[in-house]
């Protein structure tokens, strides 16, 4: 195939989409299946950067919607343990601990989050909400 047959294919396609709207192509995905799970992890202090940024962080694994700490007063000198709720919207055709444990563990204790580790999951503590 050389380029004015590949500029032909691309173009009737082009004009085929012409007659639909743009919000036709860009499909939201509506989701009702929203879960809540609370994960015991530990900060490591020793690791550049603030609280903030490493919630920021774990926002951006896939699925991940809020990121929430309740006050903690577990503190070392060099390592802060802490509970984190998590609220997550899992992929469509997973269950909410498959997610949990081949996404998000995953993702917080990998190269997406430095300086954050999971230590446990709270039992029971995944929640449709």
């Known amino acids: 195939m050389n380029f004015?047959?590949?500029?032909?294919?691309?173009?009737?396609s082009v004009s085929n989409m012409g007659h639909k709207d743009f919000r036709d192509l860009l499909v939201e995905r509506v989701s009702s299946e929203q879960y809540q799970i609370e994960l015991d992890i530990r900060f490591d202090t020793e690791k550049k950067g603030i609280v903030e940024d490493r919630f920021a962080r774990i926002r951006s694994i896939t699925g991940v919607t809020i990121v929430s700490e309740p006050p903690s007063?577990?503190?070392?000198?060099?390592?802060?343990?802490?509970?984190v709720r998590v609220k997550f919207i899992p992929e469509a055709s997973m269950r909410p601990v498959t997610y949990v444990r081949t996404v998000l563990v995953p993702g917080i204790n990998g190269k997406t989050v430095p300086g954050v580790?999971?230590?446990?999951?709270?039992?029971?503590?995944?929640?449709?909400?």
């Open 4 to 12: 004015y047959q590949l500029n032909r294919i691309f173009k009737e």
């Open 117 to 129: 580790h999971v230590i446990s999951i709270v039992p029971r503590s995944v929640k449709k909400i």
């Open 73 to 83: 007063d577990k503190t070392r000198d060099t390592e802060r343990k802490s509970k």
